[in-house]
């Protein structure tokens, strides 16, 4: 359990019911022994597991813990706030369509925050790339007509 504040290790044993782990000095954060923290994740998968996902949320709004429930990523693509977040943009694929893929992460006022354009094709850019990399044109040429290069 990853803690935001010194409340809540407290108040997470106290709504499982194992307020008696508050006070014990080997439970003292920051807790040091990983017998411990095992022992502690153990008991809180069993709360846990034993719930619903409702009955889950209901127990954690009783605390001031922050919380969410996991979602497998085929619940995230499908999520519609997660669309509204703008977590996901229109990609050209470079053939008249598009997809849908992820946005970047980090965004930026006045920064545009979608692709620029479609994919490279397959061999679109390898002329130009074999220059940059030093080859001659004549060598360029050699290793696209021998299918070396695409």
Request: proline share 11%; glycine share 8%; with cysteine.
């Amino acid at each position: 359990m990853a803690q935001r504040g010194p409340n809540d290790f407290p108040q997470m044993m106290r709504v499982i019911g194992r307020a008696e782990l508050i006070d014990e000095p080997r439970c003292a954060p920051p807790i040091v022994d990983m017998a411990v923290v095992h022992e502690i994740r153990a008991i809180l998968d069993a709360v846990f597991e034993a719930l619903t996902l409702d009955e889950a949320a209901a127990m954690m709004r009783k605390t001031d813990i922050i919380f969410a429930p996991m979602t497998t990523l085929d619940d995230f693509v499908d999520d519609p706030q997660a669309h509204e977040a703008g977590c996901f943009v229109d990609t050209p694929d470079g053939w008249g369509g598009s997809f849908k893929a992820p946005a970047a992460p980090v965004r930026f006022p006045t920064t545009p925050t979608g692709p620029a354009g479609p994919a490279p094709k397959l061999g679109e850019h390898t002329r130009e790339v074999l220059l940059a990399a030093g080859y001659a044109p004549a060598a360029v040429d050699a290793l696209i007509s021998s299918g070396a290069a695409t």
